[in-house]
């Protein structure tokens, strides 16, 4: 949900991406929650905090009627809805601002060897030397050495060099802090 600025659309969001079509004159929250009533299944809503109440309407509509329903939210604060669970992600370790780990696969920066790790799953023979190292402890920092977001963007790789994929990290937590704070 990273990319949505609007709270009132994230039931909507969430029923494109499942594929339920609203009702007129109904409340769409009601619409997803009768739909997925029946099932069995994980919804993750990714990247919250800054739809946090709409987050947790939506939650609390879905969690009432669907006795197979599993969600898993990731965020930087809770929804304060029943029967949450919060687990803790501390950050991973990385190199102060101003320095650059070593390169290599010795290297002890828990956030790189992640992206070094992921990146290479993600495109065989990816390895950190000294033409990209910048780029990923860059990429790490501005994540925040967050494990999920370092993962989605490790995955990147296959498609994007790391300069760019550190470029739109930038732009991506920039906007975020902003509309945040």
Same mark, same amino acid.
């Not at 929250?29 to 009768?34: R, S």
């Not at 990146?119 to 402890?137: E, K, L, Y």
């Given at each position: 949900? +990273?990319? !949505? @600025? =609007?709270?009132? !659309?994230? +039931?909507?969001? $969430? %029923?494109?991406?499942?594929?339920?079509?609203?009702?007129?004159? @109904?409340?769409? *929250?009601?619409?997803?929650?009768? +739909?997925?009533?029946?099932?069995?299944?994980?919804?993750?809503?990714?990247? #919250?905090?800054?739809?946090?109440? %709409? #987050?947790? $309407?939506? #939650?609390?509509?879905?969690?009432?009627?669907?006795?197979?329903?599993?969600?898993?939210?990731?965020? @930087?604060?809770?929804?304060?809805?029943?029967?949450?669970?919060?687990?803790? $992600?501390?950050?991973?370790?990385?190199?102060?601002?101003?320095?650059?780990?070593?390169?290599?696969?010795?290297?002890? =920066?828990?956030? $790189?060897?992640?992206?070094?790790?992921?990146?290479?799953? /993600?495109?065989?023979?990816?390895?950190?030397?000294?033409?990209?190292?910048?780029? *990923?402890?860059?990429?790490?920092?501005?994540?925040?050495? !967050?494990?999920? %977001?370092?993962?989605?963007?490790?995955?990147? *790789?296959?498609?994007?060099?790391?300069? =760019?994929?550190?470029?739109?990290?930038?732009?991506?937590?920039?906007?975020? =802090? /902003?509309?945040?704070?």
């Amino acid at each position: 949900l +990273a990319d !949505l @600025r =609007q709270p009132e !659309l994230v +039931a909507s969001r $969430v %029923a494109a991406v499942l594929g339920i079509a609203e009702e007129p004159g @109904r409340p769409l *929250v009601e619409t997803l929650a009768d +739909a997925l009533r029946p099932r069995r299944f994980l919804l993750v809503l990714d990247t #919250c905090e800054h739809l946090i109440d %709409a #987050c947790a $309407v939506l #939650c609390r509509h879905i969690l009432a009627g669907a006795c197979g329903a599993r969600l898993l939210i990731t965020s @930087r604060e809770p929804l304060h809805i029943a029967g949450e669970t919060i687990w803790e $992600v501390p950050p991973l370790s990385m190199t102060p601002a101003g320095e650059f780990p070593p390169a290599g696969d010795r290297c002890p =920066q828990e956030a $790189v060897r992640l992206f070094a790790d992921r990146a290479a799953a /993600s495109r065989p023979g990816f390895t950190i030397g000294p033409d990209n190292i910048t780029a *990923v402890t860059g990429i790490c920092r501005a994540l925040d050495g !967050l494990p999920l %977001a370092i993962e989605l963007a490790a995955a990147w *790789v296959r498609f994007l060099p790391v300069d =760019q994929i550190m470029s739109r990290s930038e732009e991506h937590t920039s906007e975020l =802090q /902003s509309h945040h704070d």
